[in-house]
């Protein structure tokens, strides 16, 4: 089955939300193909401690400020998912579920987007499938030897899965850094960084980080010194639980390892680890294979673009992968300016 629409929206998380928000506002026709079996995103997939790193009015998409959670200043995932429930609903937004788009194909002045449960001809794609179902996980000598337990961020959920075992978490992100804090008290901790971690000032939070990440963007476009971004304060928000096991002295970096064994990692100068389960918190790469038929990536994985639009195809926006697709445009307050700029120039271009 084929049908037709001005805009097809790939991702129904919070990004492909937002774009969906600002089309509605310009009256364009569209729908949002979504992979998940319901609302949420990835908020839906991630470990049971984790919480938002700013309170809740700073942590809103476009429209709607996400209402505070009882008892808590910064959210927690369930939270979240009952907030983008709600934003998809309040807005009527045509999201399609579970749709899992296969590929998208230019067709003569259109595209074509090819899914598993059929086809649409469409004037504009904007994809925002994020980076969560792309986890990374480095080539390290060995890990085709090692006989215990190996997962990566999206897999890990709660520190009692661990309790009582010799556990080595890898990263030295937030990812890492959270993972390690959950898992400081009841298990047998190696945490592994590749450099020293660095973290942030203890009372930045996201709204902090948001406002830095703007006015990089703001000095660039202008033609000014590049201030460095976010990527210039530290790699690890100080939350709560990071915070309170750092000052305990729970969390203690060891640097990388060069290899694993059958039971544990080694290090080059004969220093070895014994592990029941290596946790890989090393990062994700963005999530674009449906868009490999344009043929339009470029270094590093990712597609070339000017703001929000594939420099090599006009019809194409990407969204919510990060910093090269807008400014802090992976978080909920930051995807909104990006999804409006991508809406506004779509609309241009369809009339």
Same mark, same amino acid.
């Given at each position: ?31 949002? #193909? ?148 959950? #898992? ?165 271009? #369809?009339?």
């Amino acid at each position: 089955m084929t049908q037709a629409v001005d805009v097809v929206v790939i991702g129904g998380g919070q990004s492909g939300l937002a774009a969906g928000y600002h089309l509605r506002r310009l009256g364009l026709d569209f729908v949002i #193909l979504d992979a998940q079996l319901t609302p949420g995103g990835a908020w839906r997939h991630t470990w049971d401690s984790l919480h938002l790193f700013s309170p809740a009015a700073y942590s809103s998409l476009p429209g709607r400020l996400m209402p505070p959670q009882p008892g808590e200043t910064y959210p927690d995932a369930a939270h979240v998912v009952s907030y983008l429930s709600d934003y998809e609903q309040r807005y009527d937004l045509p999201v399609h579920r579970p749709v899992r788009v296969t590929g998208v194909h230019r067709d003569g002045e259109l595209l074509r987007v090819e899914t598993d449960s059929g086809t649409w001809r469409t004037q504009a794609v904007v994809s925002a499938t994020g980076t969560w179902s792309r986890p990374f996980v480095p080539a390290v000598p060995g890990r085709t030897e090692f006989w215990g337990a190996q997962l990566d961020t999206v897999e890990y959920r709660s520190p009692s899965d661990f309790t009582g075992r010799k556990v080595i978490v890898v990263g030295g992100g937030n990812s890492g850094a959270q993972i390690a804090a959950d #898992l400081a008290y009841g298990s047998d901790l190696t945490w592994v960084t590749l450099r020293e971690p660095r973290y942030l000032a203890d009372d930045i939070d996201g709204r902090a980080l948001f406002d830095h990440a703007t006015a990089r963007r703001r000095a660039l476009d202008d033609g000014r010194t590049d201030t460095g971004g976010v990527a210039s304060l530290g790699d690890i928000v100080a939350v709560p639980p990071v915070r309170a096991a750092r000052d305990a002295g729970l969390l203690k970096a060891q640097p990388m390892f060069d290899r694993l064994t059958p039971t544990g990692v080694a290090w080059s100068d004969g220093l070895t680890a014994e592990a029941d389960a290596i946790i890989w918190c090393t990062g994700f790469r963005p999530a674009l294979s449906h868009l490999a038929p344009l043929g339009l990536r470029g270094l590093r994985g990712h597609i070339p673009t000017t703001g929000t639009r594939a420099t090599g195809e006009p019809r194409l926006h990407l969204l919510g992968y990060g910093d090269w697709t807008g400014p802090a445009s992976a978080t909920l307050i930051g995807v909104g300016r990006p999804a409006r700029d991508a809406a506004r120039q779509i609309a241009g271009l #369809l009339r």
